[in-house]
């Protein structure tokens, strides 16, 4: 494969590995007692993957948003 079917294959894997991250940490959402722990769900993403505070709210906003858009889930985990 030429360099362009190489660079849209890790495409497709990074979609899948966004949908395979918003499943595990949509369920630590719904493992949370309360929402004050699930204010700290963020801080543990950022604290175990070494990013900001901000980065990790990004990936709960978006595991959030992708709970809300269960086609979107379907078609990263399809990797499209």
């Known amino acids: 494969p030429g360099l362009v079917e190489l660079t849209a294959a890790w495409e497709r894997v990074i979609s899948w590995a966004t949908a395979a991250q918003s499943r595990a940490v949509a369920e630590m959402i719904r493992r949370a007692r309360g929402p004050r722990e699930e204010g700290f769900v963020a801080d543990e993403i950022a604290a175990a993957t070494g990013v900001t505070p901000r980065a990790g709210r990004v990936v ?7 709970l ?8 990263l985990d399809r990797g499209t």
């Open 68 to 75: 809300r858009a269960p086609d979107v889930h379907d078609a």
């Open 60 to 66: 709960v906003e978006r595991a959030a948003a992708l």
